[in-house]
Every structure is written in C-alpha cells, then in structure tokens.
C-alpha cells in the first residue's frame, strides 16, 4: 500500500512523552471520562485521548508516573483514565502469568499463514482487507489510517477486529500480527489479549459485536456501515487458558561482577535501571524483528523503537553511564553470538537488561540463556516494582484487578512504583 504516511509521532524521546502528558494533564478527568470514546479520526487533534501509547509501551514514561500525574491533578475524578492505563499493566501481568497464550498465538499465526497458501481465496481476502479494499464502510478507512500513521482510536481498534473476525471471517491471528507490524505502540500483551477478548476467547463466550450505528454515532457520523456488518457474532472457541502461573521474579545480578548493559523496547529509562552495577559498556537491542510473525515491522513503528533507544541511551550517557552500541539481528542465535562478543570487548562477565515482557522479548531472552552461559555470561534482569505489583493483581479477571487499583495508585504516588524490584519481593 503506497499512501503517503502521516506522522502522529515525530518524536519518540521521554521529552516529547512528558510534553505531551503535560498537554493532555487538564483533560484527563471528567472531559475524558465522558469523551474518551469518540474517534474523530486522524486528520484533527485528538484531545479527548491521551496518544501516550507509544511512550508507555517503551517505557520513555512510565504507568505509575501517568497515574501519579492523572491523580494529583484530578483526584477522584482521574478514576475512568487511571483504569485505562489499568488495562494496560493488567494485560501485561495476566499474560507474564500464562506467556504460553503468547507463544500458541505465534503458532496458530504459523499455522494460519500455512493455510493461506492452500486457500487462494482467503489469502486474497486477507490481503484486500490489509489494504483497506473490501468496500466496508469505515474499515477500509482504518486499515489505510493504521498504514500511514501507525495509530488506531481505542474504539476503532474494537471496530476494526470485529469486523475482521465475525463479518469479513478472517482468522484472528494474522489481524493481530498486522497490529503488531503497523502499531507504533505494539505490545504483545495489550494485542493479543484485546483481539481475544474481542473474539469472545478472553471474557469466553463474550464477543464484541461492531454494530453500524454505534459506529455512527462515535466517528461523529463519519462512517455508516448499515446493512454491511455481522452484529450478532457467535463467540470463537478453544481450550481455555491455563490458571495464572507465579508472578515474574528477576534473575539476580551479582554486583561484583563488571556488567555488559542492554537496553530494549521494554524499558527506556535506562538512568534507573542499573544503579549498583560495575557498568562496563553498554548495547542498545532492537528486537523488533521478532515482533511479528508475517513479515517485517512497518517503518512508522521501527523508526519510533530506534529512536526511543537512541533517547534512552543519550540519558544513560548523560547520568555518567556508558555509551551503547546499537545492536540487532534476524535470529537469537545470531544475537547471542553479537552479546558475547560485546561482553568480551568490554571485560563484562554478566549481562544485565530489563525484565522481558511476556512475548518476543521473553521468547528472545529464554533462547539467549543457554548461550550466554555457555559462554560463562551470567544473565540478570532488572524488574520494577510497578511490574511485581500489577502482576500480583493479574490472576483472574480486570473486574477483580480493579479492586485492587486504590494501594496501586498509592504505590504510584508514593515515587517508589518505577524503583528496581529486589529477587524476593515479587514472590509476595
Ligand atoms: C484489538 C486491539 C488491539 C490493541 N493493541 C494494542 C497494542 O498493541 N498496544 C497498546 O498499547 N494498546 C493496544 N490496545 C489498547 C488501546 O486501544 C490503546 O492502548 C489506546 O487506544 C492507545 O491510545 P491512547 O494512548 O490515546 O489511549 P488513552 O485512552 O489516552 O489511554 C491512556 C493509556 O492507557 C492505556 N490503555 C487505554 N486503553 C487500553 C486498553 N483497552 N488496553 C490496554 N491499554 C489501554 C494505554 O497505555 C494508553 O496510552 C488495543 C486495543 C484493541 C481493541
């Protein structure tokens, strides 16, 4: 698709992510509990959303930080925005407790693309739909929108994957593969687990229906597609998850020994990541080629992550830290190769990085390990406090995740959310 792109995001630094806290702050109490739900597209300035997606997703600002900001500006009254920014950490901590629900999707999508193969039709249709060419009202505007900006409305999100799954048939699993080649905040939890739960397989038996006139009415009349869509969708099924396994705990770093640091998509406030480490060089990881499975990340996306390394890096120069060589590689194997080298050259004996999130940095991580200890690398993560805690709540469904908001926002509050995690604390 060769539509001119339409940049959202011009810049992915922490400064541009408080510049635009900063401009949402007055609107992110009641305005946003009443307007959050319209898209009125791409072509005004959106100030009934936040836009901070991007930012959050890597972590050029944190959850806790939004929340204490959202908080001490709106008090009770921030509560609809703070349990938005909920659904993100619960998403997070519930697939942390069951990550094989990640790793069936990167099967099923193999799966799925394999059928595509011996089903002409349905490869076709697949590909009009990515295209935005299937005469859906409003659907093939989203498609063409997530091309050229990298960035869907909360609400045309639910449209969109409705539409996809229940009227136009399409296997889930390769609509959320092209969310995480084209969203600028791509993230393995928020996708996968929204694309279920929009499929009836998360809340089992609940699909969300896209329904024309709700259309209507949120894009402000823009789209009308009466008569085009399946409103009364039949839930997908399948076996359902496992119950929620342990809350993420970090592997150790032994502080005597000199430390190769990584930076990732996962975490881009180095400056606070690794205080108490020998810090003897440092590598800026792009693991956006293990984002999706179908192909290649689009450049909107790829652009924001490299540039939100590079961000991440000048801050860990300019807190007296090392400078870090970008780094990246099609396999882990290759990966691996490259990190030892670089530990070598710098005289590190451990590897210290950000916990993995649940999907392709974990599944990244867990084939590294083997290899880095062959090596004689010993291997530590730096887990934040926020993550533990969100993950503790994540056992069960957002309903019961919401009680337990009130001591997260104290947390959040408190300036000790972001803080490193020490090995047993997440146990609790
Ligand atoms: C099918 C589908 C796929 C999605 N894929 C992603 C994804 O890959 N990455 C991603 O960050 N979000 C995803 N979302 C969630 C949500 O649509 C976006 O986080 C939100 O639209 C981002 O815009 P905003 O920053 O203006 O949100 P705001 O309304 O301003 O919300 C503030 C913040 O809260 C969080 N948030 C809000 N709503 C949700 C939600 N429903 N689920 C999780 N977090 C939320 C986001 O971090 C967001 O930046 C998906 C939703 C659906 C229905």
Redesign the pocket.
Known sequence: MDLPLLPLFPEASRAAGLQRLDGFLPRAGAAYARD?NHDRGAAVVRGN?????PF??HRLISEAEVIAAAVGRHGAAAGK?VE??G??SY?KGWLARRPGVWAAWRQGVAQDLAGLVRNPALAAAVEAAEAGRTGIDGFDHWAQELARTGYL??HA??WF?SIWIFTLNLPWRLGADL?MRR?I???PA??TL??RQ?AGLHSRGKAYAARAANIHGFTDGRFNPAGQLNETPEPLDEAPPPPAGPVPRPYPADPRLPALLVLTEDDGRPETLFDGLEMRGAVALDLTPFRAVAGPVAEPAAAFARDALADAAARLVAAGGPAALPVGAPTAEALAATLIDDARAAGARQIVLPHPAAGHAAMVVDRLIPRLQAAGLHLATRLRRWDAATAAGASHGYFRFRKGLPPLVELALSGGADEICMTDESRR
């Open positions: 959050r959303v936040s836009m901070l997606s959050l997703r925005f938005e920014v659904w993100r998403w409305h909360n999100r639910m994957a969310f969203l905040d791509a993230d928020s996708n929204s694309w929009v």
